[in-house]
Structures are given as C-alpha cells and as structure tokens.
C-alpha cells in the first residue's frame, strides 16, 4: 500500500516536473529572439511596404524626387522657349557723358545714338572693329548733341536702312547736321508708335515711348525700347525720365527686363523706384563721363539701385561694356562697379 502511493507520488512530481519544463521553454530567451527579430523587421517596415505598393502598381522606381523634376522640366522648358540661333550682344560703348549702343544679332545690326561730334571716330572706329559696313536700324532717341552728335558722321560712312527719330525738331547745327546726312542717303525718318514691335535677327523689339505728342522737356520724348531675346531682356530708355516712366508704366507695359540702361545718366530726374520696381533688373548700365558743373551719376540712383541689390556697371569705370546673351543666360565682359 505503501509502495502505491510513493510510486503515485513520484508520477506525480514528474508530471509536475515536465509541465514547469514546458512552460520554462515558453518563456525562454528563444522568445527575446524573436522580439530582436521583430524589432529588425520595423527597420524595414517601409520596404515592406513598398514591396507591397510595388505589387500594386503604386511606385515607380524611376521617379525622381519634385525638386529634381521641377529643375529637369525648367531646363527643358528654357531651352525650348528660347528658340534663338546664336547670341545677342549689346555694346554700350564708353563715348563719356554721351550715348551709344550698338547691338548685334547674327548678322543683323542696331545703333542706338551715336555719342557726341567728339566721339563719332571712337563709335565709328568701334564699329568697324566689329566688322560692320551696314546698320539694319538707327535710332535716334532724342535730338540732344550727346545722343545724335556723331550720327550724321555714322550715316555718311555706313549703309543704313532705316532710321527712327521721335517728332521734334531742333534748329541746333548738330541735329540739322543729321538730317542733310539722311537726305543724301535718301533716308526718311520714322515715328515710332508705341507698341509697334521689329524684330532684330531673332530678338524682338517693342516700342514702348514716348506715349505723348507734346513734352516741355525735351528729354521727355526719348525713344523708349525693350528688347527681348529668348528668355532674356534688356530695356534702352535714352534719356526719358519720370514723367515717361510714369506713362509707360500707367499703359500697362510688360517691363520687367534683366537690364536696364539707365535713363539720362543716372540723373535724379529719372530711375523712379516705382519705374525700378516694375522693371525689377538685375543690371543696370549707366552711360557716364566727366561733365563741368554736374557729376553724374546723382548718389540718390546709385542708392536705390544700391537699395535693390542691382548691380551696376558705369562706362567711366568699366569703359565699354558688352553684354552677351545665349537666349537663357547673360555675360558681361568686365566685371561690375558695384
């Protein structure tokens, strides 16, 4: 009887034996394994659920991130909306306190005035340096001695095709000078009207002043063009001021170029910062030399293109400045004043 119940006994502990085995293998460190593993697996939750998307059709491995696309698609959209052939390049020739510009593209030609009587060797000597024999345009912006003093001197040695003057007339020698050149070339002038557009090779431009038929300013009447050449552009005001900036601001003209030749040297008279805000350039040309009894550039222009992080170019302290553009983009041959 006795025997029975050790024996019982003994099943018994080994019964209690084996379910404290299994139950310890249960809570073995075989589990914090797993919870390693498990934590590894959250690493890579997001492939996984990439894999996922993938076998749904939702991610494609080629895609690049929106930055990089938003540049591919600008750089793709420049080039195409360029659709230039070669360069334009804008001279504004060093003639001191004066004005003189001459543009090239391909094999088309614009003067923009032509300096004072005392510089028309230096823009006809530069222009022959370029290779040029024949101006497709001439422009007279205004009928003041420092823009069209050499030009009768431009017009007697260079084919000419066609000339733009503003209407008015002075009875000075300088301008009749200009005139008689024109009729022995058998040149008439033209108006310009204001929105009337040319084309220059593959750069357009737009005629956007003078915008009145009478100013008591003479300045006032200066032949306002801008210039546009694939996705770059540039604005020529002569020597306009306010009173035109304000016009050509009120007809509601697209303006905004990336440079602007500042109007009548950098005069206080003009360069409003209503005029500078709506143009918004990132360069400005200042066409200046030594003049008894005014130093210009006025220090207030300098300040609001200061103001406006312009950079400005000066000929008295850059002489001759060439601006080259390939459709996208604008090169200088010299570096900024400041």
Known sequence: MLNKKIKRNHLITSLIVMTLLVVGVGCSPTNQNSNINNKGSETTTEDSQKDIAKENGQVNENA????????????ENSAVTANVTGDLKVHYINVGKADSIFIQQGNNSMLIDAGTNDQKKTVKNYLDTQGITKLDYVVCTHPHKDHVGGMDYIINNFQVDKVYMPNVTTTTETFQDVLVAMEKKGLKSIAPTVGETFNLGDAKCTILAPNSESYEDINDYSIVMKLQF??????????????????????????????LKIGHHGSDSASSKTYLDAVKPKYAVISVGPEVGRYLPDDETIAKLKEREIQIFRTDKCGTIVATSDGNNISFNTKPWQ
């Open 64 to 75: 690049t991130s929106p930055s990089e696309d938003n540049n591919e698609e600008t750089k």
């Open 230 to 259: 694939g996705n770059t552009s540039f604005m020529f005001d002569g020597d306009a001021q306010k009173l035109s900036e304000k016009e050509i601001i009120a007809k509601g003209f697209d303006v905004k170029a990336d440079v």
